[in-house]
């Protein structure tokens, strides 16, 4: 914490460097819509979606504006600035691997299934079988924004905001633009993006091709002979389409596909993640009449990965697990907001998802040649209404919102079949199809009295188990971890209150909260080396949150922090991790950054990060150590269409602990990268 306190004070030195003309920006924090961001062209369409839901002005929420691609620029290491994110590793899209990215805030676990819905233009973003985010699927988008809002949903997004909702917004801008870097261990980053009006509507194509040879993932002083550095590779193209209909009516379509090459950094650990996705969606939005809106969506994913045994002393590695995932996820959504005197004040709609999946795993290797093959998976829907109303004025008096949903969800017929590989089959299991209800929403209030507002809300949610904590069994080194076609779902009782002080370009805000997680999934030990996936009794979590930010003629200057104290609530076969905080959540987490706001020639950043100590394992016997980072960039815009930048991630070359094996061996995140490039725009 300390080394966190002392940190803040480096970040006002870049300061000097960033004197600007005056800023332009016209950004209200209140009560601007959420795809509404500024960006350095004209912006010709913002996301997809209806307006702005006035009723999660009660919970705590933060606009990110500027994750322009280009340049080493990660979307998710941008969402690491907001304090008690959590991505469960510590590595980014580039070296972790990729079913290590599950989303949650607030305390409520580590896991690699999300907590946290992550929605693009609307459309739910997790991986149809396992519930991670892949991060590298956005190289085919311009992203405009994203807006992060902590805390259970109203339940309007749609099931699985346990933790909190983080949507990103794309756009289609008017013009070219493109960006070209060059950066350490052989790092390329190439992006681009084209744009115009087409009669009314607008066309964009965007895209990025990003590799490098990546660097040696197991901490200095405990490589052996068959580590090495672990190269990546990954690219992304994307099409939108918008067109208008007349009378505020539009239809929007996307289509996008990413490619993802990386290994672990031995041998027998490469993996790959292919995927396609597809939208479409009519929008018809005049305020103040009846607004409404129809989407439908496909993900398609192909996931492949290695696994590697590594003898002790690292001097000889050999295959462990080969594993192919294919994966399908589909949607629909209808919302109306009917006009009621002159404003919107009710949404009520219907949604629908299917994920199916399966996974086909080679293991029992001898030598190079495996001895048994396992294939697993099922399916899973969810169907569900919903309602919401809010009223009040948004700037000044009582603002009020209530919201209730309810959701048929079921698991559809289960399988694992495990044989000897041309010989007998071991295991056959069929598993019934099992359905039920659940119910979710959120009552909360707002009070505003010019710049100071106060705000309460309590809310109700809940998610279904993926088809991977279903059905699929996994081994890690020794570790092997049995899969739980039981589980129950995930529900979640929670509340919070909050206050926030915004007088002309200054914020302060703070939030209390608190969270009863029920049925929570985890990986218990039940011996040694043997792990099953379980329902706990529950988390609890509760915890501050602060922000702060101030916006200059020049320069915004942003802190966040968070307190959470988490803890597990277990009996029977999990009694060992009663009272223990929960795996992959820390106590303490910061940030502060200085951004320039890029109206005059010269520009730049100042980025410091912290994250506290936390737990490896359930028990709590594996430790990873606190990290202080700092990222920083300048830029020098020659004129408006050119400009130069350098930018370095993780300058001080702090030793970032991404994960620990039960034999002690440490994975750190990524090491110092230096990058230099420029941009074009037209």
């Known amino acids: 914490m300390i080394r966190w306190l002392v940190g803040v004070c480096a970040l006002a030195l870049p300061a000097v460097a960033m004197a600007q003309d005056e800023y332009s920006g016209d950004t209200d924090w209140t009560t601007a819509d959420p795809v509404a961001f500024h960006s350095p062209y004209e912006i010709v369409v913002r996301g997809g979606l209806l307006q702005r839901n006035d009723g999660d002005l009660v919970q705590d929420s933060a606009i990110l504006t500027d994750l322009l691609p280009g340049l080493g620029v990660r979307v998710e290491n941008r969402l690491r600035d907001e304090a008690g994110l959590v991505q469960f590793r510590r590595s980014d899209g580039r070296s972790a691997h990729p079913t290590s990215h599950g989303v949650t805030l607030r305390g409520l676990g580590g896991n690699a299934s999300s907590r946290a819905l992550v929605t693009l233009d609307g459309v739910p973003q997790a991986d149809p079988f396992g519930g991670w985010v892949a991060w590298s699927a956005y190289d085919a988008i311009n992203l405009g924004g994203a807006i992060i809002a902590r805390g259970g949903g109203s339940g309007v997004d749609g099931p699985g905001a346990l933790a909190g909702t983080v949507g990103l917004y794309s756009t289609i801008t008017d013009g070219a633009d493109a960006s070209f870097a060059y950066g350490g261990r052989q790092s390329w980053d190439v992006s681009g993006s084209v744009g115009g009006r087409v009669g009314t509507g607008a066309v964009a194509i965007d895209g990025r091709y990003g590799r490098g040879d990546g660097f040696i993932p197991v901490a200095k002083g405990q490589r052996g002979a068959v580590d090495r550095a672990a190269p990546y590779e990954q690219g992304g193209l994307g099409l939108r389409l918008r067109f208008d209909t007349g009378g505020n009516g539009r239809v929007e379509a996307s289509v996008r596909g990413f490619s993802d090459r990386r290994d672990r950094g031995t041998d027998f ?54 594993q192919r995932v294919p994966a399908t996820g589909l949607g629909a ?86 044989r000897n590989i041309g010989g007998s089959v071991i295991t056959n299991l069929a598993f019934a199809s099992r359905n039920g209800w659940e119910g979710s929403g959120r009552a ?36 092997v971890t049995t899969a739980n076609e039981a589980l129950q779902p995930e529900r979640l009782w929670g509340g919070e209150i909050g206050a926030d002080w915004q007088p002309d370009d200054t914020r302060l805000s703070l939030t209390l909260f608190a969270n009863h ?27 501050i949150e602060l922000s702060a930010e101030h916006r200059w003629g020049f320069a915004t200057l942003r802190a966040t922090y968070a307190y959470t104290d988490a803890k597990v609530d277990a009996s029977g076969a999990a009694l060992a991790l009663d009272g223990r905080r929960p795996a992959q959540i820390a106590k303490h987490g910061g940030s502060v950054s200085l951004r320039s706001n890029n109206s005059g020639p010269l520009g730049g950043f100042a980025t410091m990060r912290y994250i506290g100590s936390q737990n490896e394992d359930d028990l709590g016997l594996l430790k990873l150590d606190d990290a202080l980072t700092f990222d920083a960039g300048l830029s020098w815009r020659f004129s408006d269409n050119f400009s130069i930048e350098a930018r370095g991630e993780n300058i001080t070359n702090e030793l970032v602990p991404a994960a620990i094996s039960s034999a002690g061996i440490v994975e750190r995140a990524t090491p110092r990268t230096l990058w230099v490039g420029a941009r074009v725009a037209f």
């Open 269 to 322: 650990t490469q993996s790959k993640v292919d995927g396609v996705d597809a939208s479409v969606r009519f929008v018809h939005d005049p305020y103040g009449e009846t607004q409404w809106l129809a989407l439908g969506y496909i993900q398609l994913r192909d996931f492949e990965s290695g696994f590697a045994s590594v003898a002790a002393g690292r001097n000889s590695v050999v295959p462990a697990l080969f």
């Open 333 to 418: 959504r209808v919302e109306v907001r009917p006009g009621v005197d002159g404003a919107n004040p009710l949404r009520v709609g219907l949604d629908w998802r299917r994920t199916v999946g399966r996974t086909e795993e080679d293991f029992f290797f001898t030598g190079l040649v495996p001895g048994r093959h396992r294939i697993a998976g099922g399916s899973s829907d969810t169907v569900g209404a919903f309602a919401e109303w809010t009223s009040g004025e948004t700037n000044y008096g009582l603002l009020w919102t209530l919201s209730g949903r309810i959701d048929r969800w079921s698991l559809g017929d289960g399988y694992r079949l495990e």
């Open 444 to 479: 909360g209030v707002r009070w505003a009295s010019d710049a100071f507002s106060l705000r309460a809300a309590a809310y109700r949610g809940w998610r279904l188990p993926t088809l991977n904590e279903l059905y699929r069994p996994f081994r890690v080194g020794a570790e």
């Open 517 to 543: 997680l029920t049925n929570a999934i985890a990986n218990v030990t039940l011996a040694p080396n043997l792990n099953q996936r379980q329902n706990l009794d529950a988390i609890d979590s509760k915890g």
